[in-house]
């Protein structure tokens, strides 16, 4: 097949080739230098095009491109390059800037693959030697760079990823369902009797409990935790009738979530209407995934695998929405068959960091139910409530099999009908944006006590939002970062306290705890209104009111933010620790205290030079919030749109506040376009 000249024009300040024949390798790689240079790719990518010349230097361009920009989608979490979605409007599809500084520069990828055509470009791919058709039988290539699935383009091992998760979830759909003696009796006796409608935590636990695989979804506040806690009750009883308690294991994506879900388990598991025997046999413990599979350092592999399966009955996953598709064919290639797998997480949060967006790609058919009418009359039996007024569409058992063992919980305890939270959280994950403005309208904002708006604020007034919130003059309003340092302040243990005495733990926890009662958060990492920006002014702010001692390196107060698991201290990419000054043989020295996030309750302290990968936290993106609550968060958005800036991203900012939410906005319309704006990652996995 004879390769395809691309249309091209080169910004003024680009490399130029020394040949317009993009069929010569060097003038192709040159445009993507010049998209490397715009930031458009990363090297990487411009690598990967490289490495694949190196390979076959008589690749096909469009090979070479499409290669560039399927590992460009990793980068913004896509799994795979969808042609048809590229080819008809590139900019978008490949999450490029609005246009801006340079409009001509705007227009070079559509430039690019303008004259291309969705069957072409297939068959151009199909042709080469570096990719793999799935479903074509004859050519070479199973161990090619390269996997097109119909009109999907993947990098081998993401396409490998994908097809380990589904293969190991539709072999438990065909598994049996678990036989769980009693089990209608056992409900009511943990949750109730029935009560009028449904009750989807009920429903939540009876489908986990039946089947190898379970998914429970819902916002905030709907009882997740709640349900999973009475699920293992339910198991434990069942099992101890048998003889032998279940081998539960409990893990979360990061440290923080895992610390949240042990003390929540602990504290619920305490009130439950069970023998103190069953008590004892509900795990409080909570791992990290990478400490539950034994993340081997330097590598990407585990010690638990497909070979060595972890020796356990039951696997609980909080927050899934964070596991991106590499971790979750990780785990579920550890876990042995009959093992239990329950998936706890709110699939309209922001997915994972890396690529894929597995909870959501599970939980497609959750809101309408899509229950067969098997499935829903056993619901109904076993809960004792219709379900004719739920809303639910019928779904069918084959097509819609993953949705037969998926519950989204709908009612949120935590945000009540009166709750601002809750109600801006709702209309913004409608794609309501007048009715989230109408929320934040200043008159809404004095009825709803808990949401606040802050629009266009001076230097001098957002310095003054970060470091005293809306506190009234009692202290009791939302706070800002001027609170835990006066915690710190305060409540210090007298001169003289011994090192080893336990009132310097106890003081730190107190500590971590008042900074936990503000976060700001924000949607980038570069720029005034962005995290690094926003760190420097927090601790300038800080540093002029004598509340700390200088504002860069260490001092006393400095809040941190783990950046990558390190395992010989013990800490996890999530984790927040403050430096604090302990004794330290005749005086005091600084140390950084943690939470402990490997199930063991306390704090870790660790020196200030063992901690290579952190960096200071007053602000931190949305992404890294993820699996955690604070008394009061802040939302500062950006001062113009940006594809980053979604619906999601600003419904995840909204309900990590527990009591208050501020947002802060620098100019108009940005809040509107991002609620209008869905994140669409692109994946191809089905179950």
């Not at 927040?576 to 063991?600: N, T, W, Y």
Request: charge should be negative; aromatic fraction near 6%.
């Amino acid at each position: 097949m004879t390769p395809t000249a691309f249309n091209y024009e080169l910004p003024f300040d680009a490399p130029t080739p020394t040949s317009p024949d993009l069929r010569d390798p060097p003038a192709l790689l040159s445009i993507l230098d010049a998209w490397v240079a715009r930031g458009w790719l990363r090297r990487l990518d411009r690598a990967f095009a490289g490495f694949l010349y190196d390979c076959e230097p008589d690749t096909d361009p469009q090979v070479a491109v499409a290669a560039a920009l399927a590992s460009h989608q990793l980068g913004h979490g896509h799994v795979c390059l969808d042609l048809a979605s590229t080819l008809q409007n590139p900019d978008e599809a490949l999450s490029l800037p609005p246009e801006g500084e340079s409009a001509l520069a705007m227009r070079l990828p559509s430039d690019v693959l303008r004259g291309l055509d969705l069957p072409g470009w297939q068959g151009t791919l199909a042709a080469s030697p570096l990719v793999e058709v799935v479903g074509q039988e004859g050519k070479a290539g199973a161990g090619s760079p390269l996997v097109l699935d119909g009109q999907r383009l993947y990098l081998r091992r993401y396409w490998d990823f994908e097809r380990r998760i589904a293969d190991a979830l539709r072999r438990r759909l065909r598994q049996p369902p678990f036989e769980v003696p009693d089990l209608a009796e056992a409900l009511t006796r943990l949750f109730g009797p029935p009560s009028g409608g449904p009750d989807w935590q009920k429903l939540a636990c009876a489908i986990a409990a039946r089947g190898s695989i379970g998914i429970v979804t819902g916002g905030p506040g709907t009882g997740k935790t709640t349900t999973v806690v009475r699920l293992l009750a339910l198991l434990q009883m069942s099992a101890a009738a048998q003889g032998r308690p279940l081998r539960i294991l409990l893990a979360a994506p990061t440290g923080k979530a895992a610390a949240r879900l042990s003390a929540s388990i602990g504290e619920q598991a305490g009130r439950l209407p069970v023998p103190d025997s069953i008590r004892a046999t509900i795990p409080t413990d909570v791992t990290t995934l990478h400490r539950l599979l034994g993340s081997r350092p330097d590598t990407r592999h585990f010690r638990y695998h497909a070979g060595n399966p972890l020796p356990i009955d039951m696997l609980v996953v909080d927050e899934a929405s964070m596991v991106d598709v590499e971790m979750m064919a990780n785990l579920v290639d550890a876990l042995p068959d009959p093992a239990r797998l329950v998936l706890l997480g709110d699939k309209d949060q922001l997915a994972s960091v890396e690529a894929g967006a597995v909870l959501g790609d599970l939980c497609q058919d959750a809101e309408a139910g899509r229950y067969s009418e098997a499935t829903v009359r056993w619901l109904e039996a076993i809960g004792g409530a219709s379900l004719d007024g739920a809303g639910l569409q019928p779904g069918d058992p084959v097509r819609h099999a993953m949705a037969q063992q998926t519950v989204m919980l709908r009612h949120s305890r935590r945000f009540g009908a009166d709750s601002g939270i809750g109600q801006l959280a709702g209309a913004v994950n409608r794609g309501d944006a007048a009715q989230a403005r109408r929320m934040l309208e200043p008159s809404a904002a004095r009825q709803e006590p808990d949401i606040h708006d802050v629009f266009a604020p001076s230097g001098e007034a957002l310095d003054r939002l970060l470091l005293d919130g809306h506190a009234a003059s009692g202290g009791n309003g939302p706070q800002g970062y001027a609170r835990y340092l006066d915690v710190m302040r305060r409540l210090r243990p007298p001169a003289g306290t011994a090192a080893d005495d336990p009132a310097w733990e106890a003081w730190a926890r107190t500590v971590l705890a008042a900074f936990d009662e503000f976060q700001l958060l924000c949607a980038l990492r570069k720029g005034d209104y962005g995290v690094e920006g926003l760190n420097a002014r927090v601790a300038r702010a800080l540093l002029a009111r004598g509340l700390i001692a200088q504002d860069h390196g260490w001092y006393e107060g400095r809040p941190v933010l783990v950046t990558r698991n390190d395992y010989g201290l013990g800490l996890m990419n999530g984790d927040v620790g403050i430096a604090l000054a302990v004794p330290q043989g005749e005086g005091l020295a600084l140390r950084v205290a943690f939470l402990r996030s490997d199930g063991v309750a306390g704090v870790r302290f660790a020196l200030p030079s063992r901690l290579s990968a952190v960096e200071t936290v007053f602000a931190m993106t949305v992404h890294k919030s993820q699996g955690s609550e604070f008394a009061h968060t802040a939302l500062l958005l950006p001062d113009k749109p940006s594809p980053i800036l979604t619906r999601e991203l600003v419904y995840t900012g909204i309900t990590r506040a527990k009591t208050w939410f501020t947002l802060i906005e620098p100019a108009p319309g940005v809040f509107e376009e991002a609620v209008a704006r869905r994140v669409r990652r692109v994946s191809g996995l089905v179950v």
